[in-house]
């Protein structure tokens, strides 16, 4: 079993969220995550050995060149999200503090005899987030910083895009900072806090595991199969689930953004459920969905990331209820409701190679 690490906590803001979102996006300012899992693998089978474990293709990847992979079960619900950089002697994997255990003991049941040391380093690294071209004061390994650059919402090799909608810009960066070095980078930079991170993240229609992720999770239903799956690499745990629903079904869920009557002077909280409001005013009885997260944003104003039964129409009127009340909201697509049935496309449709 690997050391427990030390607590990192993360500040929410510093005072004021609004101007901490305009600097963090204006590139002045940087956030500390807080806790995650930071994992190595070293050894010269490292990346075969990743490569037949996860959803995206790691076999040739070089140093420095940054991606997502998911770990998937047999039936292809979404365990890990892992954001994935190797600098040609190791392979580093950050993935949610909360599930950093689990996936330890799963990658060390795995090794078999590949020629693979697994290690835990995350009392050792902090991780550090911006926008722009990451954090100068990256902790360098052979040579490569270890800046990992977030896709989203491009379209990597292999990948498939669901959605023509662009959502806000979005060139985020998370680096590792050793931490007895933390304090001092952060004093370079404007302050700001993990609220500051979540809004920009919302506003660019960014699922992450903590906040979208359930037990039931597919790839298709958050557009992860444009960052994190490659639709022809060789087989891994899930995949045959993951074609089946691309090529012949349709994801049950689609993740939504949400635009929300700022009147009431409140937020939903994460759990709140969703209901279609039909003719005449007249609302559904039965939840259609409920909100994952939901933040206050510096140009748009409220907003949320639901996750919604596909059948619920992409123009529909929508109320979001919870304890402290109701709230109109409106819908902006992110998973389409046509999401799937590739088999019946035409594949120059399918692969948008990073340009769309």
């Known amino acids: 079993m690997s050391p427990e690490p030390k607590e990192h906590a993360a500040k929410e803001h510093f005072g004021n969220p609004t101007i901490e979102q305009r600097n963090l996006a204006a590139g002045t300012a940087a956030v500390d995550l807080g806790a995650r899992g930071i994992i190595t693998v070293t050894g010269p089978d490292r ?4 490569h037949s474990l996860l959803s995206q293709n790691l076999k040739n990847l070089l140093p420095g060149i940054s991606a997502e992979a998911l770990l998937l079960d047999p039936q292809g619900h979404i365990e890990h999200v892992i954001h994935f950089l190797d600098d040609g002697e190791s392979s580093w994997l950050v993935v949610e503090a909360e599930s950093r255990e689990s996936f330890l003991a799963w990658l060390n049941k795995m090794i078999f005899r ?3 040391e697994v290690a835990d380093r995350s009392a050792d690294f902090a991780v550090i987030g911006h926008i722009g071209d990451g954090i100068p004061q990256a902790f360098v390994s052979n040579g490569v910083a270890l800046v990992w650059q977030d896709p989203w919402p491009g379209v990597v090799a292999g990948g498939v895009r669901y959605s023509m909608q662009r959502p806000a810009k979005w060139q985020w960066t998370e680096s590792l900072i050793e931490v007895g070095k933390v304090a001092p980078v952060l004093a370079e930079y404007e302050q700001a806090g993990t609220m ?5 993240r919302v506003a660019a229609h960014r699922p992450r595991q903590l906040t979208e992720v359930d ?4 790839p298709h239903e958050f557009d992860w199969m444009s960052t994190a799956v490659h639709m022809s690499k060789g087989c891994y745990r899930g995949q045959e689930t993951v074609a089946k629903v691309h090529n012949l079904g349709h994801p049950p869920r689609r993740l939504t953004f949400l635009h929300l009557d700022g009147s009431g002077h409140f937020l939903p909280s994460a759990g709140d459920e969703v209901f279609v ?3 005449n005013g007249v609302v559904e009885d039965r939840p259609r969905g409920h909100v994952t997260i939901a933040t206050q944003h510096f140009e748009s104003g409220p907003i949320a990331l639901a996750l919604l039964s596909r059948s619920v129409p992409e123009d529909a009127a929508l109320i979001v209820r919870g304890d402290s009340g109701e709230i109109d909201a409106s819908q902006e697509v992110i998973v389409p409701a046509s999401a799937g049935k590739a088999a019946d496309l035409p594949k120059r449709n399918l692969l948008m190679g990073g340009k769309h």
């Not at 990346?47 to 990743?50: D, I, N």
């Not at 037990?215 to 597919?218: E, G, M, N, R, V």
Request: proline share 0%.
């Open 114 to 116: 590949m020629k693979v």
């Open 196 to 200: 500051a991170y979540d809004a920009l």
């Open 215 to 218: 037990a039931k999770a597919l």
């Open 47 to 50: 990346l075969e050995w990743l």
């Open 277 to 279: 409001a039909g003719e």
